[in-house]
């Protein structure tokens, strides 16, 4: 493999690493700081591709961002009216929605199961016009998924620290705190699904314009990649300051997409991926667990040398 194409398969990584970490930062406000299982994610992150592709097809990719955002939101909503507001179970709420979204999401790209974005302007063609003749304009891309990553990251560090976010950061863990300091944890909840998802959305619409197409299946299996790439970045910055845990999710989701652009690049067949986001998770899960019985294990070996001189 010559040394054009490792560049060009990181990029590559690094571009969808970066837009699917919006979703990473999603599942890390809802599942992280909530303490809320949601399974809407596959159809949250299909609704924000399909509403941005309309929006852009209609001559306004721009507005596609916040429009993807506004569907999204719209579907964290819901989610928490179902769990808050009627008593049902977030992972049954989670699935509910998910199912209902998938008939939304046909409706909104009127009946059929693909769009083609190849003579639509993006915000990534309109970001390539503007950096034209400039040493990044070949990264134009990339440019703009890192400007959308930085400003999510930015604005979650700053969202969590308020108030507000100190709220929702206590909900997952201790709810009945949360009431002691007069805040409704079932107010915190939806506050927190509704920006969780509008970045599922904004993370959705990114690759369907990054790749000018998009079909109803682009959202399948995302929550399973979307908590690998969390693990992954738990795995490493797990237990650090919270703009540190924040740049840990993207670094997961970086190393995951970089692993499954590997297992691309050597002719893994298609039908496999989806075993190795299975195994991602696994590893990402038994990590911690085989750091903390290490100790023990070493504890263990060494009163049984011991035991083994002194019976000699």
Same mark, same amino acid.
């Given at each position: 493999?010559?040394?054009?194409?490792?560049?060009?398969? !990181?990029?590559? &990584?690094?571009?969808?690493?970066?837009?699917?970490? +919006?979703?990473? +930062? %999603?599942?890390?406000?809802?599942?992280?700081? =909530?303490?809320?299982?949601?399974?809407?994610?596959?159809?949250?992150?299909?609704?924000?591709?399909?509403?941005? &592709?309309?929006?852009?097809? &209609?001559?306004?990719?721009?507005?596609?961002?916040? &429009?993807?955002? /506004?569907? !999204?939101?719209?579907?964290?909503?819901?989610?928490?009216?179902?769990?808050? *507001?009627? !008593?049902?179970?977030?992972?049954?709420?989670?699935?509910?929605?998910?199912?209902?979204?998938?008939?939304?999401?046909?409706?909104?790209?009127?009946?059929?199961?693909?769009?083609?974005?190849?003579?639509?302007?993006? @915000?990534?063609?309109?970001?390539?016009?503007?950096? *034209?003749?400039?040493?990044?304009?070949?990264?134009?891309?990339?440019? @703009? %998924?890192?400007?959308?990553?930085?400003?999510?990251?930015?604005?979650?560090?700053?969202?969590?620290?308020?108030?507000?976010? +100190?709220?929702? #950061? %206590?909900?997952?863990?201790?709810?009945?705190?949360?009431?002691?300091?007069?805040?409704?944890? /079932?107010?915190?909840?939806?506050?927190?699904?509704?920006?969780?998802?509008?970045?599922?959305?904004?993370?959705?619409?990114?690759?369907?314009?990054?790749? #000018?197409?998009?079909?109803?299946?682009?959202?399948?299996?995302?929550?399973?990649?979307?908590?690998?790439?969390?693990?992954?970045?738990?795995?490493?910055?797990?237990?650090?300051?919270?703009?540190?845990?924040?740049?840990?999710? @993207?670094?997961?989701?970086?190393?995951? #997409?970089?692993?499954?652009?590997?297992? +691309?690049?050597?002719?893994?067949? /298609?039908?496999?991926?989806?075993?190795?986001?299975?195994?991602?998770? @696994?590893?990402?899960?038994?990590?911690?667990?085989?750091?903390?019985?290490?100790? =023990?294990?070493?504890?263990?070996?060494?009163? #049984?040398?011991?035991?083994?001189?002194?019976?000699?």
């Amino acid at each position: 493999m010559s040394f054009d194409s490792i560049l060009s398969l !990181g990029q590559s &990584a690094l571009e969808l690493g970066l837009i699917t970490s +919006l979703t990473v +930062l %999603a599942l890390f406000l809802s599942y992280s700081m =909530l303490n809320v299982c949601d399974l809407s994610t596959d159809g949250c992150f299909t609704l924000g591709a399909t509403v941005g &592709a309309v929006v852009a097809i &209609a001559g306004h990719p721009y507005l596609s961002i916040f &429009a993807a955002m /506004a569907a !999204g939101i719209a579907s964290g909503f819901v989610t928490a009216i179902l769990q808050t *507001k009627m !008593g049902i179970n977030s992972l049954l709420a989670g699935i509910i929605v998910n199912t209902g979204l998938y008939s939304i999401n046909i409706a909104v790209m009127s009946g059929s199961s693909i769009l083609n974005m190849n003579k639509t302007d993006t @915000v990534f063609t309109k970001m390539a016009a503007l950096v *034209k003749g400039t040493p990044v304009a070949r990264q134009s891309k990339l440019f @703009v %998924a890192l400007i959308a990553v930085a400003a999510v990251a930015v604005l979650l560090g700053l969202f969590l620290k308020t108030r507000l976010g +100190l709220a929702i #950061r %206590a909900t997952g863990d201790n709810p009945d705190m949360v009431r002691s300091s007069s805040v409704n944890p /079932a107010f915190t909840t939806i506050i927190g699904l509704c920006v969780a998802n509008s970045f599922t959305a904004l993370s959705g619409c990114l690759l369907a314009q990054s790749q #000018r197409s998009v079909n109803i299946d682009i959202g399948t299996g995302m929550v399973t990649i979307a908590l690998a790439s969390l693990l992954i970045g738990g795995v490493f910055l797990g237990r650090k300051k919270l703009p540190l845990r924040i740049f840990g999710m @993207v670094l997961g989701a970086f190393i995951f #997409r970089l692993v499954y652009t590997v297992a +691309l690049r050597f002719d893994m067949p /298609a039908f496999m991926l989806k075993l190795v986001s299975s195994v991602i998770v @696994v590893a990402a899960i038994a990590t911690p667990y085989f750091k903390k019985q290490l100790p =023990l294990l070493k504890r263990r070996m060494q009163t #049984r040398s011991g035991r083994r001189k002194a019976d000699a």
